[in-house]
Antibody, heavy 116, light 107 residues
Framework: EVKLVESGGGLVQPGRSLKLSCAAS????????MGWVRQAPGKGLEWIGE????????KYNPSWKDKFTISRDNAQNTLYLQMSKLGSEDTAIYYC?????????WGQGVMVTVSS | DNVLPQSPTTMAASPGEKVTITCHAS?????MNWHQQKSGASPKLWIY???KLASGVPDRFSGSGSGTSYSLTINTMETEDAATYYC??????????FGSGTKLEIK
């Protein structure tokens, strides 16, 4: 069974950074591109970016330049999302997703709240 | 803002009614998927590659489309189908783009 479990969310002050993790299991992590998607409260889905199988190619949504950094550790079957200079507009649920011609499996999501 | 237009934004359907949701892709030659999201839950892949049903999806659902116009149809609405549906295109620029979402309620 494919399982994606995000962690690292919580309350963070404006201007600070935060790093999320996504632990993958139930499939060969090395064989898939992986991505991050977020959803602000009451809003739609926004694609953040994706990383290829060996971590050498990373693509981001052009809407957010320099806000996010995606990485992965294939030895640990873990995907990461580093977020910087957080503002209230970054308050959202952050999902990791396995990608295969789009998102085919989703994690349960982790809430990030940016507030002082 | 990279968001694909979906219509309608919200709708209510009675049990047994036929429902159609449409999505306008930003370019042709893409993969179109649909995701179902129920309140408080993460999205689930529902339809992939325009018309293929994901595992466990009832066959009252279907997908169709080509070029830049795509649709998700429920042949006979059931109460469990109440959810928000998002289209999602793949493999263009940017690589993934979601639709604006359609909230489907039971009447």
């Amino acid at each position: 069974e494919v399982k994606l479990v995000e962690s690292g969310g919580g309350l963070v002050q404006p201007g600070r950074s935060l790093k999320l993790s996504c632990a993958a299991s139930g499939f060969n992590f090395n064989d898939y591109w992986m991505g991050w998607v977020r959803q602000a409260p009451g809003k739609g889905l926004e694609w953040i970016g994706e990383i290829n199988k060996d971590g050498t190619t990373i693509k981001y949504n052009p809407s957010w330049k320099d806000k996010f950094t995606i990485s992965r550790d294939n030895a640990q079957n873990t995907l990461y999302l580093q977020m910087s200079k957080l503002g209230s507009e970054d308050t959202a649920i952050y999902y990791c997703a396995r990608e295969h011609y789009g998102c085919d499996y989703w994690g349960q999501g982790v809430m990030v709240t940016v507030s002082s | 803002d990279n968001v694909l237009p979906q219509s309608p934004t919200t709708m209510a359907a009675s049990p047994g009614e036929k429902v159609t949701i449409t999505c306008h892709a930003s370019s042709s030659g893409i993969y179109m998927n649909w995701h179902q999201q129920k309140s408080g839950a993460s999205p689930k892949l529902w339809i992939y590659d325009t018309s293929k049903l994901a595992s466990g999806v009832p066959d009252r659902f279907s997908g169709s489309g080509s070029g830049t116009s795509y649709s998700l149809t429920i042949n006979t609405m059931e109460t469990e189908d109440a959810a928000t549906y998002y289209c999602q295109q793949c493999c263009s620029t940017p690589p993934i783009t979601f639709g604006s979402g359609t909230k489907l309620e039971i009447k």
